[in-house]
């Protein structure tokens, strides 16, 4: 079973998206997405994808939601900022944030929320993933930022991936 | 499955706000790409276009079709989510390079931190 299904989620996931695309629970779609999900590993394996164990699906909803919330926020404040840009120029700077987070996957769903939320540029990771340079639309507290960045999204990930 | 025109009121005013809201959110991304003067700045206002743009057409799109099909059509979510997977590629490699380029001419952009030592902790 491990040796046929090497990430059993992935195949899940990509046999529940091929259904949806369709929007068909035929039995024709239904073979077609299973064969999908048991072929996309095997083409996969060649790139030696790192493990990936995911626990906490209540912290994984949770940050979902709390993305959704800042996502709206972040794009309210970037829309008024472009709006009044000629009367008050958007405070943009660079941003070192100390990460405590070090594995693979989470860091790749932090540069994932870094990127949606329109406020924030994932623009450098240290080698040793140590530190991470952010570049923020409109900063006014950088401590309180850190603060706030490490709060709502390392702590969950490190949760949810370490 | 119903005529267009058949479709209640409430439902054709909330799909069109939601397109005017997207509409509205993409020219604020175009706008600031044309206004904001940096470089770096320009790289936040596209986003705007790609997230709430993007969720209220979706949105608008799965109201519209489930009332007219009378059944969940739900598969325009799937763009949002494959939006939010695949933009962040061309984000990274584009902050990536212009932080190269202007590190190369000497511009006001911080050092690299790639030893990881400076601030790392």
Known sequence: MKRLFPAPLLS????????????SLSPG?????????????????PLRPLP????????????????????????????????????????SRFVHIPLDLRDAHGLAALSMITTVVPGTI???????????????????????????FKHTYERPLMEIFE | MINANELPFWVEVLVASLLLLSSLFALSGAVGLIRLKD????????????????????????LYFSMLKQTPVLHAW??????????????LLLARAALFRKRMAGDQVPEEISSGRDRGN
Do not use: Y
Not at chain 1, 63 to 91: E, F, H, M, Y
Not at chain 2, 78 to 90: G, Y
């Open chain 2, 39 to 62: 470089f770096f700045q320009r790289m936040h206002p596209p986003a705007l276009a790609s997230t709430l743009g993007a969720w209220c057409v979706a949105l608008a799109s799965i």
């Open chain 1, 52 to 91: 990936v164990r995911i626990r906490r699906p209540g912290t994984i909803v949770r940050l979902i939601l709390r993305v959704g919330v800042d996502v709206l926020v972040s794009n309210l404040q970037v829309a008024r900022a472009v709006w009044t840009a000629k009367r008050r120029p958007p405070r």
């Open chain 2, 78 to 91: 799937l763009i949002p989510v494959l939006l939010a997977i695949t933009v962040p590629v061309t984000t």
């Open chain 1, 122 to 148: 994932w623009s450098e990771l240290a080698l040793d993933r140590s530190v991470l340079l952010l570049h923020v639309f409109d900063l006014g507290d950088e401590a309180q930022f850190i603060e706030h």
């Open chain 1, 12 to 23: 899940f996931s990509l046999w529940l998206l091929w259904l949806v695309l369709n929007l």
């Open chain 1, 29 to 45: 779609n239904l073979l077609l997405g299973a064969l999908l999900g048991f072929i996309a590993p095997l083409l996969m394996a």
